[in-house]
């Protein structure tokens, strides 16, 4: 793969080049992301998702997490006439808008973490993508205020005091600001697509 082309596939969300869809073993047709960060044509994983019970949203067929959010790769302007890709397109905005809003456990929420965290920094680098000023400003706020509480000395369990112990507090508030900004960066995805 050429230097080229491999900094396109890691700024922009495209699967790699080698890989096939795992539910039909062909060539990607209009790409989806699910949560999980896997990858599969999106009218096979609407498909899976019509086989199973349609009130609730479908198993990853390769890790077998449920898949609450489906990310399409990016379209070219020459693609965006075709029937069949607008149809696939709705029925993707369709299955966000069912599961993308449903209420999610701590435990879901954390197994999604890098995968959204992965993704926003991603459409942070990649110039071509710009995200909202407001949320850049949120999130570079949060960043700064939790940088400066880990940093500070003044912590609420004191490391000189605790030891190891007293770096729980300052875990605690970097996974809480990473969890936040993963849920509005999902949020903002949701609204792109057509999820709300």
Known sequence: ??????????????????????????????????????WF?????????????AVQPCKCPICRRLINLLVPANVSDDQNDDPQLQRVLGE???????????????TQRLQDL????????????DPQRTLPLVFRARMILM????????????????ESV???FGFFDDFLILVIVFLHLAA????LLLYR???H
Not at 41 to 53: D, T
Not at 147 to 153: A, E, K, N, T
């Open 143 to 158: 960043v700064i205020l939790s940088g400066v509480y880990v940093l500070s000395p003044v912590d609420i369990l004191p």
């Open 162 to 164: 605790l030891g190891l």
């Open 1 to 38: 793969m050429s230097s080229a082309a491999a900094a396109s596939s890691s700024a922009s969300p495209v699967p790699p080049e080698d890989d096939v869809c795992s539910v039909c073993h062909d060539r990607f047709r209009i790409p989806c992301q699910a949560n999980c960060s896997h």
């Open 41 to 53: 044509c999106g009218e096979c994983i609407i498909r899976v998702w019509n086989h199973g019970a």
């Open 92 to 106: 993707i905005q369709h299955y966000n808008h069912i599961f993308g809003g449903a209420p999610r456990s701590l």
């Open 193 to 195: 697509h057509g999820g």
């Open 114 to 125: 890098p995968f959204f965290i992965r993704r926003l920094f991603r459409e942070l680098m």
């Open 184 to 187: 509005v960066y999902r949020s």
